[in-house]
């Protein structure tokens, strides 16, 4: 068994938590939960159409703007961008459209346009979406293939910041929550592809594509 972030095979079991096993990453610092607890689709399914993520509510529009506003700073109005894993209530898409720019959709739940793996683009985002990855390894890579060179991806993902708040942490509770990220985490995954990574701010990484 491989760390499912970073291929490498240097893991071991992190907590025994309510009967979920979780493992650790001694080479990245990811911690993920182990496969045997994954939900099937439709209660996964089930569990995103519980989210109040409505495209004009003004507050969860504030809150992506941490990622946003740092983005448009590294873009130019004529880029091409995805929003990839957008659920529901793309809200993410919709400000960034007001702002001039392209966007297309990505979700494999709401929004399955395969369309998109025929196409690159300036830059992409992933907000809220990294932590429900079952193969991040392999996702990151997709990710990769679709940026063109000196692209930007703009990541936003609660950062894991101590091992002992673990167990009692709100965000290892949501059950679609599989994978937990570090900051060393995000530089190995941004090395493992020759990105740069830069924190942008708490819980927000902005990886270009050299």
């Not at 439709?42 to 993520?53: A, G, P, V």
């Not at 495209?55 to 983005?71: A, H, Q, T």
């Not at 692209?151 to 101590?162: A, I, K, Q, V």
């Not at 709100?170 to 830069?198: G, M, S």
Request: hydrophobic content about 40%; some cysteine.
């Amino acid at each position: 068994m491989k760390c499912i972030v970073c291929n490498n095979n240097s893991i071991e079991v992190f907590k025994i938590i309510d009967k979920k096993k979780y493992w650790k990453c001694n080479f990245c610092l990811a911690k993920f939960l182990d496969k045997a607890h994954y939900l099937n689709s439709l209660d996964e399914k089930s569990r995103y159409l519980e989210h109040n993520n409505e495209i004009k509510d003004v507050s969860y529009r504030s809150f992506l703007s941490k990622l946003s506003n740092p983005l448009k700073e590294k873009l130019s109005i004529d880029d091409k961008g995805l929003e990839f894993g957008c659920g529901h209530g793309p809200a993410l898409a919709d400000m960034l459209k007001l702002d001039g720019f392209d966007i297309d959709l990505y979700d494999p739940f709401f929004f399955p346009n395969n369309e998109i793996f025929l196409k690159k683009y300036d830059f992409i985002t992933c907000t809220e979406t990294a932590e429900h990855f079952y193969d991040p390894f392999k996702e990151f890579n997709i990710l990769n293939d679709l940026l063109i060179a000196g692209g930007w991806l703009g990541l936003m993902t609660c950062f894991m910041t101590d091992d002992s708040l673990f167990e009692n942490w709100q965000y290892r509770k949501d059950p679609t929550h599989v994978v937990f990220y570090t900051r060393e985490t995000l530089e190995v995954i941004a090395a493992q592809r020759n990105w740069t990574c830069e924190i942008a701010a708490k819980d927000i990484a902005l990886f270009c594509k050299k």
